[in-house]
Every structure is written in structure tokens, then in C-alpha cells.
Nanobody, 119 residues
Framework: QVQLVESGGGLVQPGGSLRLSCAAS????????MNWYLQAPGKERELVAT????????NYGDSVKGRFTISRDNAKNTVYLQMNSLKPEDTAVYYC????????????WGQGTQVTVSY
């Protein structure tokens, strides 16, 4: 049974930091590109960050470049999103996504974790 379980969300003040985790099970984690998406209220889901299957390559959305860092630990089947200098506009539900290298049929989503940036 495939599972992606996000954790680490919560309420943080502007300028603060949070670290999201996504624990994967039920598939060969090291064969998947991992992504973090966000979805703000009333808006479409958008890609935040991507990391290659081996962790050697990363990409970020323009709105988070220089503030967020994606990383992964293939020994622990876990992907992380370190979020620094958080802004109120970062408020959203954050989703973990797995996409099989070379086979786009295999795509998995987590249930999401809420991040709220506010005083």
C-alpha cells in the first residue's frame, strides 16, 4: 500500500521557519522524483520544489527561491522541505508528490499539511 505522510506544518510568525517532512512507503522511493506543491485557498495547486531521485538536482518555484530548500534521505524514504523567511503569502496546504522516473503513470500524493504564516 502506497503512502505519503506529510508532517511538520503549523502556525508560524512571518520571518519564521518550518521544516516539513514526507515519509514514503509502499514503493521504491529511490526510483521516484519527489516534489512539494502548495495550494492556497481559492487557487490552483502549484509546484514549489523538485528533487531528483538521487538527490543530486533540485529546482524551485520563483516565489520560494533562496528561502526554501528541498532534500531527501533515501535510506529513510523521506523528503524534506526546509522553509525559512516565511511570508503570509506562503500560507497554504503543502502536498508531497512522488513521480516515477521514466514512467509518468505512477504518481502519488500525500494528504497535505497546513502551513499558516501569521501574527
Amino acid at each position: 500500500q502506497v503512502q505519503l505522510v506529510e508532517s511538520g506544518g503549523g502556525l508560524v510568525q512571518p520571518g519564521g521557519s518550518l521544516r516539513l517532512s514526507c515519509a514514503a512507503s509502499g514503493f521504491t522511493f529511490s526510483s521516484y522524483v519527489m516534489n512539494w506543491y502548495l495550494q492556497a485557498p481559492g487557487k490552483e495547486r502549484e509546484l514549489v520544489a523538485t528533487i531528483s531521485s538521487a538527490g543530486s538536482s533540485t529546482n524551485y518555484g520563483d516565489s520560494v527561491k533562496g528561502r526554501f530548500t528541498i532534500s531527501r534521505d533515501n535510506a529513510k524514504n523521506t523528503v524534506y522541505l526546509q522553509m525559512n523567511s516565511l511570508k503570509p503569502e506562503d500560507t497554504a496546504v503543502y502536498y508531497c508528490n512522488a513521480r516515477r522516473v521514466g514512467n509518468p503513470r505512477y504518481v502519488y500524493w500525500g494528504q497535505g499539511t497546513q502551513v499558516t504564516v501569521s501574527y
